[in-house]
């Protein structure tokens, strides 16, 4: 019986053991992004690495009573990759009070952030469009930036939760990829809204 007992607590050490192994591994975590002070969560897409700050990820906690003049990040995934390597792709979201555009409509504040985001060294490629996800509206905008011998593709979609303006940006160095990591944006659920 003490032989058996003995086994039994050496095999639950070695199973806690290659518990905390296998969790502490430094492979991409993929989870759902919860913003719950503005009812909205959203999942990246897969494969990417989570570089929010902590300070950053605890700020999603209390967005809706944001009210500083600069953007606030929410979250800030990517590929890995420097961003010179083709494949490289990258999303962030942020946010920032409605109210710093009070003096303009939805649409023009909503572009207005989109423009900012985009730099000052992006080209607009097209008319701003307007989209529907997840039975919200949001205006998108895509830019273009030349770094010979690569161009950088960017997809702005900006909508207002609550009392902010909230941003979802995809960048990368294929207009393909924006594409694909425009999929995630369907997981997009603001039933908690």
Not at 16 to 24: A, D, E, P, V
Not at 55 to 66: F, L, P, V
Not at 127 to 141: D, I, N, T
């Amino acid at each position: 019986m003490r032989v058996l007992l003995g086994v039994a607590l050496l095999m639950l050490a070695a199973g806690i053991f290659l518990s905390c192994q296998t969790s502490g591994s430094s492979a991409p975590r993929q989870g759902i992004v919860s913003v719950p002070d503005l009812g909205f969560s959203y999942t990246p897409p897969a494969g990417m690495i989570e570089k929010t700050s902590p300070a950053n990820m605890q700020s999603r906690s209390h967005a809706a009573s944001y009210s500083s003049r600069a953007t606030q990040l929410l979250l800030d995934m990517s590929s890995g990759d420097m961003d010179t390597a083709p494949d490289w792709h990258h999303v962030w979201v942020f946010m920032l009070p409605r109210a710093q555009y009070s003096s303009l409509s939805d649409p023009a504040a909503e572009g207005k952030i989109n423009t900012a985001l985009a730099g000052p060294r992006a080209s607009p490629v097209g008319q701003p469009q307007s989209a529907v996800l997840a039975g919200r509206s949001f205006l998108v905008s895509e830019f273009e930036q030349k770094e010979p011998p690569l161009i950088k593709h960017a997809k702005i979609f900006t909508t207002i939760c609550k009392t902010q303006l909230v941003s979802f940006v995809l960048v990368s160095n294929s207009s393909q990829q924006v594409s694909a990591m425009e999929q995630s944006l369907k997981t997009l659920d603001f039933s908690s809204h």
